[in-house]
Nanobody
Framework: QVLLAESGGGSVQSGGTLRLSCKAT????????MAWYRQAPGRERVLVAH????????TYGDFVKGRFTISRDNSNSSVFLQMDALTPEDTAMYYC?????????????WGQGTQVTVSS
């Protein structure tokens, strides 16, 4: 059974920092691209950051603007999102995602989410 367990969310003031963690079980973690998405109430789920399998190249949503850093620890099957300079616009539920395409079959898993609330 695949499980992505997020942690690290919480409430902070504008300008604060948070570090989200996602621990994966039930998958060959190193083979999966990992990502963080977020969804604010009444809005679509959007990509925050993505890190590829193996070589670990990264991409970020335009709104990140150098404030967030995604990283992974394959030895511990974990992915992290360091978030600095948070603003109220970053308030959302943050979701961990694992994705792999193997021989034309897509494997796509989601965590339950962790809430981030930033107050002004």
């Amino acid at each position: 059974q695949v499980l992505l367990a997020e942690s690290g969310g919480g409430s902070v003031q504008s300008g604060g920092t948070l570090r989200l963690s996602c621990k994966a079980t039930g998958i060959s973690f190193a083979s999966y691209s990992m990502a963080w998405y977020r969804q604010a109430p009444g809005r679509e789920r959007v990509l925050v950051a993505h890190i590829r399998a193996y070589f670990g190249s990264t991409t970020y949503g335009d709104f990140v603007k150098g404030r967030f850093t995604i990283s992974r620890d394959n030895s511990n099957s974990s992915v992290f999102l360091q978030m600095d300079a948070l603003t109220p616009e970053d308030t959302a539920m943050y979701y961990c995602n694992a994705r792999m395409v193997l021989f034309g079959t897509e494997y796509d898993y989601w965590g339950q989410g962790t809430q981030v609330t930033v107050s002004s």
